[in-house]
């Protein structure tokens, strides 16, 4: 019983310290699932590309923590052909090719849904380790001229983020930042219907894969 209260008390203290750093961006809003294990942060913003055209742009970021390891997690996270399993829209995963020990290339597949043409997504991926605070960061940033056109349209502005934090007790923290222009103007209202159970799905997708490496 005291080790669950413990267990309980770290996941809940990780989670509002969540809430404090989010809670300090200018605009931002923050939405928790109906269970409230995942709080989401997120901003919608406008960009105009070269010719003005003018799109709605939704940058987000989703935490939660849960019971599992976070080698597990990790091992999801550098297994590519897994990431399609865990994100949304994405049809086909792979690793293009390792850059360095740990940089690598990626490649996504994503698929039509209205608004949206079929695309697909270059990443050029870091992975860096932080043992004084027992985390790891993925960094992903867009790589678009990094492999050959391949026939569909391609995005040219995507980046995100996967931290991983170990809470000690079997409990790891795991959170998701994603900002992208998209191909397409999506109305705002339709964005903002997938908030928060689509970026939490994504996170939730990469606990359910860790768990099944355990």
């Known amino acids: 019983m005291k080790h669950s209260v ?38 919608f913003a406008e960009h105009k590309d070269d010719r003005g055209k003018k799109y709605n742009v939704l940058e987000f970021e989703a935490v939660t923590a849960a019971e599992v390891s976070m080698e597990s997690c990790l091992k999801v996270l550098k297994d590519d052909s897994k990431h399609k399993d865990f994100m949304d829209d994405a049809e ?46 993925l960094t992903g940033f867009p790589a678009p001229d990094m492999y050959p056109d391949q026939g569909v349209e391609r995005m040219r502005h995507s980046y995100s983020t996967y931290t991983l934090r170990d809470l000690g007790k079997g409990q790891t923290e795991v959170m998701m930042y994603s900002s992208s222009v998209p191909l397409a103007s999506i109305p705002k209202m339709l964005l903002a219907t997938w908030i928060p159970n689509g970026p939490a799905g994504m996170v939730n997708g990469i606990i359910r894969l860790a768990l099944e490496e355990e």
């Not at 989670?15 to 989401?40: F, N, P």
């Not at 390792?98 to 695309?119: C, F, G, N, Q």
């Open 6 to 43: 413990k267990t309980g008390l770290i996941v809940l203290c990780s989670l509002l310290l969540s809430i404090q750093a989010h809670a300090q961006r200018d605009g931002w809003k923050q939405e928790k699932t109906k269970d409230g294990k995942v709080l989401v942060s997120y901003n």
């Open 92 to 137: 086909h995963t792979e690793r293009i090719r390792d850059l360095s020990e740990d940089e690598w290339l990626s490649y996504y597949l994503l698929k039509k849904r209205w608004p949206m043409p079929v695309a697909d997504v270059v990443t050029r991926y870091k992975l860096e380790e932080d043992p004084e605070n027992k985390s790891y960061t």
